[in-house]
């Protein structure tokens, strides 16, 4: 695409896409699950995300929500800002960059969102998210790793604790301060995003899939999948891969 363009969304069902241009969801109320490219998070007006040109990325909720959607040219961004933003898909929004986004996002509801404001609007933007400083290194970040290698593995908090060099209560306390989630929560969607990635990429038998997640069988998978995205292995797996392609 040549030009940058914006657009209010909400989003409820699981859906799944992949494009040429790079893309800021921006949200303005509500919470939404995305996942890009395998690595997922929950977004909110307090932490916002970038999706490079053609990653595959999901996204879903389960209660109201708004986010302002910004697509634009990757090429047209300096290149050290492009950097920046691929480096923190998943960015905290400051609160000079929440007004920007609030700004923005009701003049794009009153349809006053001009074509010279965004233009104007889109570099502070970018900028006030890029300039935040990079948060100190995870302490779970080898554990998670680990995690999500082996996603088959009998994982618990006990065993996962004892990955990451933490005692159980610890292991709670930092998945709290550092993914906002608990290690459980965490791990059912980990396991939910590695089958939704092969249900799209791959033709493997929906019971094997389950294996390979760490599920008891296809039954354990279809339930949780159903509990979690409200959609069964087999509709997701029809409904994506025909977006897709």
Known sequence: MSSTE?????YDVPFSDAHDFAQMVL?????LTLDINGQGAVLHPLRAAFIAPGLVHTQFSHEPNASLILDFDLASVP????????ERPFAP?????AKLVDFMGMLQEQGA??????????PLLLESLTAQPIRPASRLQAALTRFEAQPAQPWDTGSMAKVACLSVSSLHRVFREELDTTPLAWLNAMRLRFVCRQLVASSLPIA??????GYADQSALTHAMRRAM????????????????
């Open 6 to 10: 914006i657009d209010l969304r909400s």
């Open 27 to 31: 949200p303005l109320s509500g919470r």
């Open 208 to 213: 094997q899939l389950a294996t390979l997640a």
């Open 93 to 97: 929004v400051s609160a000079a960059t």
């Open 113 to 122: 969102a001009s074509t010279g404001v965004l233009a104007n609007w889109t």
């Open 230 to 245: 409200d959609i069964t292995p087999l509709a997701y797996r029809k409904q994506n891969q025909t977006k897709i392609r």
């Open 79 to 86: 290149a050290e800002t492009a950097g920046l933003l691929a």
